[in-house]
Nanobody, 125 residues
């Protein structure tokens, strides 16, 4: 499975961005997807995840109420809508695929098998 993230950029605090991740290879509807981020000097952290069907979603506490994850199985795409952005959201954002054949949304980085290249999000105050 190959993943290609896009949609990053620079925005002022309070603004919005929408990240997209296009997948190829495998059967898109058979795997869960997640978003993680890594800020300079920090470890990569979980942001959001969504199950095969999209019925199960999981968000990190730090983004609840501001971010939304969704998937379009017809277009092999997962999206992360980010609203009310804060400077602390500044990071490189990665999409990842969990190829385990279970309808679940995991926050655990090690459970993801394939990773995209990352897209930079910068939020200025």
């Amino acid at each position: 499975v190959q993943l290609q993230a896009s949609g990053g950029g620079s925005v002022q605090a309070g603004g919005s961005l929408r990240l997209s991740c296009a997948a190829s290879g495998g059967t898109f509807s058979d795997y869960a997807l997640g978003w993680f981020r890594q800020a300079p000097g920090k470890k990569r952290e979980f942001v959001a995840a969504i199950s095969w069907t999209g019925d199960i979603t999981l968000l990190a506490d730090s983004v609840k109420g501001r971010f939304t994850i969704s998937r379009d199985n017809a277009k092999n795409t997962v999206r992360l809508q980010m609203n009310s952005l804060k400077p602390e959201d500044t990071a490189v954002y990665y999409c990842a695929a969990d190829l385990t054949y279970v309808d679940y949304a995991s926050p655990i980085e090690n459970e993801y098998d394939s990773w995209g290249q990352g897209t930079q999000v910068t939020v200025s105050s």
